[in-house]
């Protein structure tokens, strides 16, 4: 059987179809995935067994200049290459109108999410089976049912597997332990103060602890020399590709996370870690898997789900906290004790298993 897959961002929601895929290799033996993927992620279907063909997709590039898109031929060779082969099934995982337009250069039946269940209802109109997925529940969990439904098996109890071969992306044994901070996120609400990477990574210094800094650009380089300044414990990486980050992140035996992409990459590739959530609710969106700690602020706005915080600080707040250093104050309630405390515990429960 051979099935396309159109998920195509962010790294988070990429991440989150690989236990569904991992469930239907194993009900169904012998079935395939072709996978159609922003650009930008396109080595992360590759890392899952149950994938034959990536297919990217550029639409956050084509949007700036939709003209030149159409004018060099790439997007005439985009449709050509999901036509070359023949489906059994399309699956539009996304749920999005941009996904389900997608779907309309593929002669298949499409499957997706009704009406009720989908993030963007009118996208449902463009599937031949629309399928009913409760809200309410973790993204993968969502995506394990859906993929049960279209394809015909039961729904396997317990803990979903993303199926990825970590030996594959480990070329040595780990040797020096670390700690991975994953510093770096999309909304301004979201960054942990950086004040508080900077004391989390003076107390694993105090306890030997080794730290390790990735970086995505030019801000993220600068915030992470910040933090690792004069400490001959942290150390910043150079500029990784996804690949190197994934090995990287592989060989730690720990990871301290803000609601990033790499949290999720983390956990799929089953490192321990404490992921911290001001303005997001873990509950739905949370790194999934084992050894994941979720620390989620229960200030009194939390969570807002903003991407800029309207919190109005009282004159209370003015006089506990430095609003210039411990901004968003959601996170005041994860400081930077609570979080080495929950890492310690973690860490020495990994060393007891």
Known sequence: MRVLLIKTSSLGDVIHALPALTDAARAIPGIQFDWVVEEGFAEIPTWHPAVGKVI??????WR?????????GEFKRFKQNLQ?????LVIDAQGLLKSALLTRYVRAPVAGLDKHSARE?????????????????????????????????????????YGLNVERLVELPRKNPYVLFLHGTTWDTKHWPEAYWRELAERMGHLGMA??????????KARAERIAQGLRNAEVLPRLNLAGVAKVLAGAQACVAVDTGLGHLAAALDVPTVSLFGPTNP??????GRS??????DFSCAPCLQKKCTYQPTAEDQRRFDLKREWPLCFTRLNPERVASRLSTLLMAEELR
């Open 211 to 220: 730290v390790k800094l990735p970086w995505g650009s030019p801000a993220e």
């Open 292 to 297: 994941q700690v979720h620390m989620a602020s």
């Open 121 to 161: 209802p009118l996208a449902a109109r463009f599937y031949s089976r629309r399928l009913a997925v409760a809200r309410g529940q973790h993204a993968v969990e969502r995506l394990r049912q859906l993929f049960a439904v279209a394809l015909g098996y039961d729904l396997p109890k317990g803990l979903g597997d």
């Open 56 to 61: 990217p997709v550029a639409i956050r590039r």
């Open 84 to 88: 070359a082969t023949k489906y059994d």
């Open 64 to 72: 700036k200049n939709l003209w030149q898109t159409i004018k060099s």
């Open 283 to 288: 509950g739905l969106t949370g790194a999934y």
